[in-house]
């Protein structure tokens, strides 16, 4: 474990994300990745204190979050994987953190509340959201929830010109790009370490 400071950027949008385009068997797949949770963006450098290894980030005074996937099925046949951040509470951070590299993470269930708002839907009802693991090879994936607006996100099927017009520049490589999902997905099965800097997008 190490303990690092987050510097995050001015702009959240751009410094924020990172973004790739995949062909694949089912169609094209999207990915567009959110570095941080937005509440880091609304506190003074100076007075965050963080401690982040791979999909693991906690924030003292504020919470424990988890990198997850919420997976978004578009109307042209292909998919948005947003990697996004689940806050969640300290029992199911640590049932995470001891599960992650060893076969019982295929068994792994948390819950919490989705911890950045996402275009074009904006910032999602505060409402416990459950996420499991599909594939052992890939970080939780949003998978229920009681509430209807997040409910329907999950399981609808979206305007593809909709739900990808806020990423334009993202997608285009500006101002870089993420890896690709399963890169990404499998670099944070594996607890690869990353710096936590809101300066560039980053994939984990």
Not at 11 to 37: M, Y
Not at 154 to 159: A, C, L, M, S, T
């Amino acid at each position: 474990m190490t303990d690092s400071r987050v510097k995050p950027s001015d702009e959240k949008v751009g410094g924020q994300l990172g973004g790739d385009q995949q062909g694949g068997d089912g169609g094209r797949s999207v990915a567009i990745t959110f570095t941080h949770p937005d509440v880091i963006f609304d506190i003074h450098p100076e007075l965050l204190d963080t401690w982040a290894e791979g999909p693991f980030l906690a924030i003292k005074t504020i919470g424990f979050f988890l990198r997850v996937a919420l997976q978004v099925r578009l109307d042209d046949g292909s998919r948005v994987d947003f990697g996004t951040w689940l806050e969640v509470d300290d029992e199911d951070f640590r049932t995470a953190w001891q599960t992650w590299n060893v076969p019982e993470y295929a068994d792994l269930v948390v819950h919490g509340y989705v911890a950045n708002s996402i275009a074009p839907w904006g910032q999602l009802p505060h409402v416990l959201v459950e996420a499991v693991v599909r594939d052992v090879d890939d970080i939780p994936v949003l998978a229920s929830c009681p509430d209807l607006r997040v409910a329907e996100i999950i399981d609808g099927v979206w305007p593809a010109d909709q739900v990808l017009a806020p990423y334009g520049d993202v997608l285009r490589g500006e101002p870089g790009e993420a890896q690709s999902p399963s890169r990404r997905r499998n670099a944070a099965k594996r607890g690869k370490r990353k710096s936590v800097s809101g300066a560039e997008p980053e994939a984990i």
